[in-house]
């Protein structure tokens, strides 16, 4: 891969080619690698090479961080996952500035092509990498860029259709290069044993154990081994088994001398909190997962990488993230547990559920796990051993000799991907989505083995390229535009057959959704609450690999039953209610009952969103569980920011506004309601919050008015802890911001009742503080250094239909800024024609919780049928989410009943933030009870 970069370089030497002209990010070079550990690595290696020697710009790009503007159009080289990168392309499509990042790209190196194989990294390296780079190199008023001379480089190992990899990247005859095993720097020796089943999988899985010390004993000739076990179990009772072993001397058979032992219980010491890994670390064994304390993975992999354990037991997921060599490598079992979703549980982990069974390794894992066998820097020779049943024997055998195809998985997630073209605009219509279908690695591999796919060709289909295209365009780009149309994603014209991105469809390929995610999106109904918000979270197809374990449903019971107390959390899952009108009952009014046994992952994630947003101070989630919230939390943020950006092109009033709280408070891993606002600050964890919420002091605006030594005090922290927490809320506070709704007077030619045929016309202003006047001849006030941006919302909350949406900047917008807004009065009575109209505005703080501010105003029609002003309520506390009522389960922010009631009139009441008080909202959200996960 270097040689092909020193190629691209070589082209901007100066004359005499001993210096290298600025490139300026002109010429770009990407490398694409599967695994962020691996791009880690490779930028880290370039800014070493090339960096510090040559003076490039190199840039990483991984995980959730977004680079810089300046950064990315003047990088010269890119690290990155094809996910990654198709994500980029899309925001910056968003932007207007994909075409000229993008058309700077000269040369993209692909590293382990054979994750074509996998289905997400797989259809992103195919469709948002190879092929979207393929169709811009063709646009005519892109010949004059670098894209138009793109060089595509891929490496990979054990690939037997290495020709359908060189015709889909369209390599000439001698750009194609095919080494065999004498080229390998390392030796590798592979060995399949096959054994004969048991009675189950768990049962072979146990059984082999009984091999494993042999095994060791015949390949490791002394030195390093690792060994991959299907399950997080799997790996103790296996490193437990090896450790029972005795050497010469009744010494532990993998430790070599007294001054080995001294240095293993050393270690153990460490990990005393760990009794099976103390004993197996004294034995000179060791064990590594994911449900292990990050300090003792740590120190196992610092104990086999200085030699001193002799064996490693670990689950597929090392050999995907942390380089650690061995001599050997033996695959103990080569299934692994999928739970009652499917999948495959995970790398490594031990799945269950109602409905599932043990499957096959990918094609993809089982080489990495091979590939840790002997490293150049290391050793001369590797040995991989696999430990599988007699049935299999032969698929592990052509694996290893390299004579399994490789496939494409693009037409799992095609119609994804279709959509994310049509907004970028490099499909625009059948003819250019034939074009581009024809620069997939699956257009190739449909036309050597179309029943892989599932597809049968009809007679004549093969005949010519022609009919081929024709064929399948048909049956993959027509069943595709029909799902994205079905679901108001795509527009098709029936006459000339041009396809249109529409605005869901641009939301869906910005916030790089699943189709599955982006539909539960769309099928959010109106007045939706807040749990039908988190359902869709809980239900998204980016978290299907989740699983739900046989140790975590105790755990996750006890947490959605608890409804009460000083900490319930705000919506547990509801136990399963017969449908009325079905041979069942009517759901009783009151609080739905939590759920008695929880069954299905989506209810896990459910309950573990609800669990990290409460301010309940617990640790009941062991470290895997911890470890997948981090990532639906994240991932949650982004599924959150699409729904807000959806249902404000619905407007939906109820959905919009619960989509913004929802949003921050996943981003605050708290309710907007919490009573541990506190939280926010620099220094102040879940107890210091926990400690002022009980000393009082619930709000922001309230802790800013507290003495500094009464801080101190209520949280049992020294000076100066009391002045800095002050400190923090001068710089992090906005100004308060007072929002009026009042009803424009009629016109000369409207009613006296206020209404019209156009409707009524509702006047909203918002205002700042006026600064008390300083004295004659005092400096002007200083600008304010802090930006808190928010959105402002009003609608209607009786047909919940959003009537505005705008974005402000707190301490900038011009007050008092005031605007009119035009209210139908019976736009919301088609139903209740006495009911009053409840129009309703609310200012949305997007970084801070607590601080948001709402106000409502009810109108009713009088005899004549025109609308009368009965009351207005203003609250700036924080939008509260129903206040914890369970009767509001579904309701992000519940109306006390009133608004539909036709109560007396209501005077203006205000409810000062400083008192952290929680005011009901007007009704945005109606219940739903027996929502289902």
């Not at 190199?137 to 595509?152: E, G, I, K, M, Y």
């Not at 069954?599 to 911890?626: G, Q």
């Not at 913004?660 to 210091?688: E, F, N, T």
């Not at 024609?833 to 409502?856: F, I, K, N, Y």
Request: proline share 5%; charged share 20%.
């Amino acid at each position: 891969m270097e040689l092909a970069l020193l190629r691209l370089l070589s082209g901007f030497l100066e004359p005499g080619g001993e210096r290298l002209r600025p490139l300026r990010g002109t010429a770009k070079a990407v490398y694409v690698a599967p695994l962020r550990a691996l791009v880690q690595e490779k930028c880290k290696d370039w800014q070493a090479r090339f960096g510090t020697l040559l003076g490039l710009s190199v840039l990483e790009l991984s995980g959730d961080a977004e680079p810089e503007a300046s950064a990315l159009e003047a990088a010269d080289l890119l690290c990155t996952t094809p996910e990654k990168l198709d994500a980029l392309s899309r925001k910056l499509s968003e932007q207007h500035r994909s075409a000229a990042f993008l058309s700077d790209i000269s040369l993209v190196l692909i590293d382990e092509v054979h994750l074509l194989n996998e289905a997400e990294r797989g259809s992103a390296l195919e469709a948002g990498v190879v092929s979207r780079f393929a169709m811009l190199a063709t646009f005519p008023q892109l010949q004059q860029h670098a894209v138009s001379r793109l060089r595509f480089v891929a490496v990979s190992a054990t690939i037997p259709n290495v020709r359908d990899i060189a015709t889909w990247l369209r390599v000439p005859p001698a750009g194609l290069k095919v080494y065999g095993e004498e080229m390998r720097p390392v030796k590798l020796r592979t060995v399949v044993l096959a054994y004969a089943p048991s009675k189950n999988d768990f049962l072979f899985e146990r059984r082999l154990d009984t091999y494993l010390a042999g095994v060791v004993a015949e390949h490791s000739r002394g030195k390093p081994t690792l060994v991959f076990c299907s399950s997080r179990k799997g790996t103790i009772e296996s490193a437990m088994h090896l450790a029972k072993g005795a050497g010469p001397g009744g010494r532990a058979a993998y430790v070599r001398d007294a001054a080995h032992a001294a240095r293993l219980a050393a270690a153990a010491r460490q990990v005393a909190a760990n009794k099976q890994l103390q004993t197996c670390l004294v034995a000179g064994v060791g064990f590594h997962n994911a449900a292990m304390e990050g300090d003792q993975r740590e120190l196992v992999e610092g104990l086999f990488l200085a030699g001193d354990l002799p064996v490693l037991c670990s689950t597929s997921t090392l050999a995907l993230g942390v380089n650690l060599p061995a001599h050997l490598v033996i695959i103990r079992g080569t299934r692994r547990y999928c739970g009652a979703d499917g999948g495959g549980g995970g790398q490594g982990d031990e799945a269950a559920g109602s409905i599932g069974g043990y499957k096959e390794y990918d094609r993809s894992v089982c080489l990495q796990m091979v590939g840790r066998a002997g490293r150049p820097q290391f050793d001369t020779e590797g040995v991989a051993v696999i430990m599988t049943q007699k049935e299999t024997r032969d698929r592990y055998t052509n694996l290893l000799s390299g004579s399994e195809a490789v496939e494409s998985c693009l037409h799992q997630c095609f119609a994804e991907h279709l959509n994310a073209e049509v907004v970028l605009g490099t499909v625009r219509d059948m003819a250019t989505a034939t074009q581009w279908l024809r620069t997939t690695f699956l257009h190739v591999r449909v036309r050597q083995a179309p029943r892989a796919y599932g597809l049968e060709p009809p007679p004549g289909a093969l005949s010519s390229d022609a009919a081929f295209d024709a064929w399948l365009a048909g049956r993959l780009v027509g069943g595709a535009v029909t799902r994205l149309a079905a679901i108001g994603l795509v527009s098709q014209d029936p006459g000339t057959g041009v396809l249109a991105a529409l605005e869901p469809g641009r939301i869906m390929a910005h916030a790089y959704l699943r189709l599955g995610t982006m539909s539960a999106i769309t099928q959010v109904g109106s007045h939706a609450g807040m749990m039908a918000l988190l359902r869709v979270i809980a239900v998204a197809e980016e978290f299907a690999h989740i699983r739900l374990r046989r140790g975590e449903k105790k755990v996750l019971n006890d947490i959605n039953k608890r409804v009460a107390g000083d900490a319930p959390i705000k919506f547990p899952v509801p136990a399963d209610a017969p449908a009325a009108g079905a041979g069942g009952v009517a759901a009783r009014p009151g609080p739905p009952k939590p759920k008695d046994r929880i069954s299905k992952a989506t209810e896990k994630i459910f309950i573990m969103v609800n669990e990290a947003l409460s301010d309940a101070v617990t640790d009941t989630l062991d470290y895997s569980m911890r470890q997948e919230l981090e990532g639906v939390l994240r991932v949650g943020q982004r599924i959150a920011a699409a729904m807000v950006r959806y249902f404000t092109h619905r407007q939906s009033l109820a959905a919009t506004a619960n989509a913004l709280c929802l949003a921050k408070s996943l981003k605050q891993r708290m309710w907007d309601d919490s009573k541990q606002v506190a939280r926010q600050l620099p220094d102040i964890g879940r107890l210091l919050a926990h400690r002022l919420a009980g000393a009082g002091v619930v709000g922001l605006r309230q802790l800013a008015g507290v003495d500094p030594r009464r801080i101190e005090a209520a949280t049992q922290k020294a000076y100066p802890f009391g002045n800095n927490v002050r400190v923090h809320l001068a710089k992090l506070l906005p100004p308060e911001v007072a929002i009026t709704l009042q009803a424009v007077p009629p016109g000369p030619h409207q009613k006296a009742g206020g209404s019209s045929r156009q409707g009524v016309q509702i006047e909203v202003t918002l205002a700042r503080p006026q600064p008390a006047a300083g004295p004659a001849g005092a400096a002007a006030p200083v600008a304010p250094a802090t930006r808190t941006s928010a959105v402002l919302l009003v609608g209607s909350s009786s047909d919940d239909r959003l009537l505005r949406h705008e974005r402000l900047t707190i301490e900038t917008f011009t007050s008092p800024y005031t605007f009119q807004v035009t209210v139908n009065p019976s736009s919301g009575r088609a139903q209740h024609q006495h009911a009053p109209l409840q129009v309703l505005a609310v200012l949305v703080v997007e970084r801070l919780c607590g601080l948001d501010v709402h106000t409502s105003l009810k109108l009713a029609p009088d005899a004549s049928g025109a609308s009368k002003v009965l009351g207005s309520a203003a609250a700036a506390a924080g939008l509260p989410m129903g206040g914890g009522e369970a009767e509001a389960a579904d309701g992000g922010m519940q109306a006390a009943g009133a608004a539909r009631q036709g109560l007396a009139v209501a005077e203006l009441q205000s409810s000062p933030a400083d008192k952290g008080a929680a005011v009901m909202l007007p009704q945005l959200g109606h219940r739903q009870r027996g929502h289902r996960c």
